[in-house]
């Protein structure tokens, strides 16, 4: 769980496990940076192409800092519609009923800028309650909207978060604090933000944000910077990444239960939110594969992820034929674009 008076996991944008750049697409929640998603809604128009990536720092440019995240746009959009929206965000796990109630506040301190002239950026919060059973609808918390610059700056706003009393929460205890950068909204979507107006891409350029930081109160403390290894082993109870930098790791181990199929695991560690859901990124037989006990590869296989346990990873292959029951089976990772994603993001 993250710590009750600086939430933020990977504020510094240190970890990104999964790669360290990629594109945003219209209508999906994309995590590229761990723990941050990208979310976009063009609602009609047309969106420029979009690239979140992360970026260095010159040293002493920031204090505490090395890296950022970076938005690149090459254009403006075309014809957004009114309900359209490009937000950046963090779900802070267990943050509405540690941090929000009547009168209670959040401060959120960040730096930014933006090589587009004018470019605004909206300041939101959301504070939502959880899932199972019948919890009570989620809350906004009164947003603002800076002007970014050229040049970094950093800028801080508090939130004042909404009353508990009379909300349900949900049986799953997965309720959380939504904290949103909004860099395109729509015009029904301006209040949200303090907002006169929507907001667009403006043009050509690049949107940065740096060593953001969420605290308890009405103050922002001074950032505190956490190793790498303390801030990718927070980020890994929700999304873990088995990669490779070589040629042919073997990753995932286990046995045939029958000629068309094999059962294979992988011990996680520390155990995850929950049970993870298990993506394999790349090309079958290009970027991965799987090999008999002989080490011989069976091409063409289906993988189907079976999660029972938040602390292991499986993975059933099926294949017409290519099996001797009982015999040992790997999974191999043939490049570093084969990737296996365990993902128990809230």
């Known amino acids: 769980f993250p710590s009750h008076d600086r939430p933020i996991i990977n504020g510094n944008f240190d970890v990104w496990q999964r790669n360290t750049t990629g594109s945003t697409p219209d209508g999906v929640s994309t995590y590229i940076t761990d723990r941050w998603f990208d979310f976009v809604a063009r609602d009609g128009g047309t969106l420029p192409t979009l690239t979140r990536s992360r970026q260095s720092l010159s040293p002493g440019e920031i204090p505490n800092s090395f890296h950022f995240s970076r938005l690149a746009t090459n254009g403006a959009g075309t014809s957004l519609g009114s309900n359209s929206r490009h937000e950046y965000i963090q779900r802070i796990e267990n943050g509405t009923r540690f941090l929000c109630g009547a009168g209670r506040q959040i401060t959120l301190s960040f730096w930014a800028r933006s090589s587009i002239a004018g470019k605004r950026l909206g300041l939101f919060g959301f504070q939502a309650y959880g899932t199972g059973g019948t919890p009570s609808g989620g809350d906004n918390f009164t947003g603002s909207t800076i002007t970014l610059t050229s040049t970094w700056t950093r800028y801080t706003y508090t939130f004042t978060t909404t009353t508990l009393s009379g909300k349900t929460f949900g049986t799953n205890n997965d309720d959380y604090i939504e904290l949103r950068f909004g860099i395109v909204w729509g015009s029904t979507r301006a209040t949200l933000y303090n907002a006169v107006g929507a907001e667009t891409y403006v043009g050509s350029g690049n949107i940065d944000i740096a060593q953001v930081q969420v605290c308890a109160g009405n103050v922002a403390l001074p950032f505190q910077p956490k190793s790498y290894d303390e801030e990718l082993r927070a980020c890994q109870r929700y999304c873990k990444v088995l990669s490779t930098v070589g040629a042919n790791e073997q990753v995932m181990y286990g046995n045939a239960i029958s000629a068309n199929e094999a059962i294979v695991f992988r011990q996680l560690g520390s155990p995850m939110r929950v049970p993870p859901t298990i993506t394999i990124s790349g090309t079958i037989d290009v970027d991965y594969t799987t090999v008999n006990s002989v080490l011989v590869a069976v091409?063409?296989?289906?993988?189907?992820?079976?999660?029972?346990?938040?602390?292991?990873?499986?993975?059933?292959?099926?294949?017409?034929?290519?099996?001797?029951?009982?015999?040992?089976?790997?999974?191999?990772?043939?490049?570093?674009?084969?990737?296996?994603?365990?993902?128990?993001?809230?």
């Open 299 to 346: 091409p063409s296989a289906t993988y189907t992820s079976v999660q029972r346990s938040p602390d292991i990873m499986r993975i059933n292959v099926s294949k017409t034929a290519g099996f001797t029951a009982g015999e040992a089976v790997q999974i191999r990772l043939i490049t570093s674009t084969g990737k296996i994603i365990a993902d128990a993001e809230l």
